[in-house]
């Protein structure tokens, strides 16, 4: 909006609690609220409008939980927070874990609210099949609705302006790679 350009930050996690990666040669992946949105004016003025939010982080510095994507309808900005892993174990991390696994929606002053919560979609319904698994990473913003891609259901999942979700679409698994 206006020319500025706006920075999805997933974050550098922060002291804990630490919880299992769910790959499990990853190690654990630790807490922190250190997730922002930040926006970057076209005479070069940067200003983080949103901060606080969740983050997860490997011992290597790599992103595996928080804020990944943020698209625009009009001034409005909708915030997509990964999670990676059963929905069931956000519960488990305590602070805003509430958060991962979400779609918020910003207005220009970075007060946000909950739209969607897209890893509970999964917990209800996994369209992909297999253990459940959700990490909402990209949305895109149209009319009346958002799509949102969540590559751990193996599912785009629908949000309606009124925060109701409902599967858009399950690709077909790829054969098992030799």
Known sequence: PNGALYVAEGGSGGPGPCIPSPVPANGPRCYGETGAITRILPDGSVKRVLTGLPSLVLGDGTVEGGVSDIA?????????????????????????????????????????????????????????????????????????????VDPGANALVEVLANGRTRTFAVPPRLPPVP
Do not use: C
Not at 83 to 98: E, L, Y
Not at 104 to 131: C, R, T, V, W
């Open 72 to 148: 625009f309808f009009g001034a409005a900005g909708f915030v997509t927070i990964g999670w990676g892993g059963n929905p069931a174990d956000r519960a488990s991390v305590g602070g805003k874990s509430a958060l991962f696994g979400t779609l918020l929606q910003m207005a220009p002053s970075g007060k946000y609210k909950m739209l969607a919560d897209i890893a509970a979609h999964e917990l209800e319904f996994n369209d992909g099949g297999g253990n459940p698994d959700s990490n909402p990473y990209n949305t895109l913003a149209q009319p009346g609705r958002r799509i949102v």
